[in-house]
């Protein structure tokens, strides 16, 4: 028979609670919280998430386990540092922002801009940026930020470039997509790809000094029209809202001008305009001020949970033996006490005893903590999720416990049928009661493999308090539905 599946009862239930509370009620109302403690909030519940998880692989990595392959204790450790990196970035309050876009569309012009001077080369020959370059801006706020500026995302030989661009997504908290005009088509496919990393986007509409005034406002209203949210019924369309999209000129072209002097001469001079980049600043100053640590928040304990899976995907295959050889002694140890007992009530709640106790021993052995009453709900979920099965095969166990009862009160007026009825009930209740536990454990590794980091300090538990917490003016929030839909995923 096929191991039951496991699904988002157990671990959701909370989540499930809270999201039940109207959607327009903002966080800082019903926790009591202004907006900048709930900042704070989420970041400090980020902290404690990842020391408790560092804490915990770290004991574990230290248990050396006889013929353990060097290669598979290597891969914990690396997956260990990259916690460990996390941490540091959180601790660090360091924000990245990275800048995406096509050829020719001024992305190192918007970071030269925004830095207030011209660091990164630019200039009107394709592809002058020819691998991810970082550069640090220091803002009002004290909150430290890494601008990233990425190659064109279409340029010749641009896979690995791609590839690369994938890398810098998945690190950065803030994306900023640079197009000049019209949206091409190629910026839409690479707008959707990028979506896939799941980070809040600014879309930049560069380079409007080239436009005249109703051109470049026709422009803008087309791209509110395209990323419009209400009505989308396609789940790989980008989503922007208007207000995330911001109209700038980072390096506006020369103008030619009049220079009259005292004598009467009069000349014509080539003169660059000042960067018009405000909106840009100022949007991501906002960005920051209201949502920064929850933003940082966030992405750590994204990136904790995926490393997290790594490592609870490692840690199964480490422990493969010993837990197939745990499972079939709480197996034999419930069929043979199922067996020998002739009440059918304590069948039942030893039973049960029996798959709590070899759930915890199995969280135990992978280094996961739960208690008993944890335990209790992850067993109540595979039993609900298995399609009924298993919850048959108890019913089942109930029925031949109660023919068994019966056969131990006949012995007490025929000796001889009622020990063959007995021992005939008691074998087939065994086995049932045996493979019923075996198959709970086999389904308990699946729930704590894929559910190590859904504790009350979990990483996906705090992603899913931040994700119901956050404001609707958020640009955290205008992801919601697809983290959320993503963290469901994991799930399943």
Not at 251 to 271: Q, S, T
Not at 428 to 445: I, P
């Amino acid at each position: 028979m096929e191991t039951p599946r496991p699904d988002a009862e157990f671990r959701t239930e909370a989540v499930q609670s809270s999201a039940s509370s109207p959607a327009n009620s903002s966080a800082s109302s019903h926790l009591g919280l202004t907006p900048a403690r709930l900042q704070d909030f989420h970041f400090d519940r980020a902290q404690t998430s990842l020391k408790q998880a560092i804490s915990r692989y770290v004991q574990q990595l230290r248990i050396r386990r006889p013929g353990t392959p060097v290669e598979l204790q290597a891969a914990l450790k690396t997956d260990l540092d990259r916690l460990n990196a996390s941490l540091e970035k959180l601790n660090q309050r360091l924000v990245r922002i990275a800048v995406f876009g096509l050829v020719s569309r001024g992305k190192s012009a918007v970071v030269n801009a925004l830095l207030g001077q011209k660091v990164l080369q630019t200039g009107p020959i394709n592809g002058v940026t020819q691998y991810p370059r970082s550069v640090y801006w220091s803002l009002p706020n004290d909150m430290p930020v890494e601008l990233i500026d990425t190659p064109g995302l279409d340029e010749v030989g641009g896979e690995s470039r791609a590839s690369m661009a994938r890398q810098v997504a998945d690190q950065a908290d803030l994306i900023l997509f640079v197009v000049a005009g019209d949206i091409t088509r190629t910026e839409y496919r690479a707008l959707t790809d990028l979506q896939q990393a799941h980070k809040p986007i600014v879309l930049v509409f560069n380079k409007v000094d080239l436009y005249p005034r109703v051109d470049r406002q026709s422009i803008f209203q087309k791209l509110q029209t395209l990323f419009a949210q209400s009505g989308d019924s396609d789940e790989f369309k980008p989503r922007l809202s208007p207000q995330d999209i911001v109209l700038v000129s980072a390096e506006p072209a020369p103008l030619e001008v009049r220079v009259e002097y005292p004598d009467g001469r009069v000349e014509y001079e080539w003169d660059a305009p000042e960067p018009q980049i405000d909106p840009l600043r100022e949007k991501l100053l906002e960005i920051l001020n209201r949502e920064g640590k929850s933003l940082l928040a966030l992405n750590a304990l994204r990136q904790a949970s995926d490393t997290e899976g790594s490592i609870a995907r490692k840690t199964v295959k480490l422990h493969q033996q010993a837990a197939e050889d745990l499972i079939w002694q709480f197996a034999k140890w419930k069929s043979i006490a199922v067996a020998a007992n002739p009440i059918a009530l304590l069948d039942l709640m030893g039973g049960a005893v029996t798959d709590l106790l070899m759930i915890r021993s199995l969280a135990k052995l992978y280094g996961l903590p739960m208690t008993s009453y944890e335990a209790g709900k992850l067993l109540k979920a595979i039993l609900f999720s298995s399609g009924g099965l298993l919850l048959g095969e108890v019913g089942s166990g109930v029925l031949l416990g109660m023919g068994k009862s019966g056969a131990a009160v006949a012995t007490a007026f025929d000796s001889v049928n009622g020990i063959m009825t007995y021992g005939t009930t008691a074998v087939a209740q065994a086995t049932l009661a045996g493979f019923g536990s075996y198959r709970v454990g086999k389904a308990a590794q699946v729930y704590l493999e894929q559910g190590c980091t859904w504790g009350p300090q979990g990483a996906d538990t705090i992603i899913q308090e931040i994700l119901n917490q956050v404001d609707r003016e958020t640009v955290v929030y205008r992801l919601r539905r697809e983290l959320l839909q993503d963290e469901a995923e994991k799930l399943l």
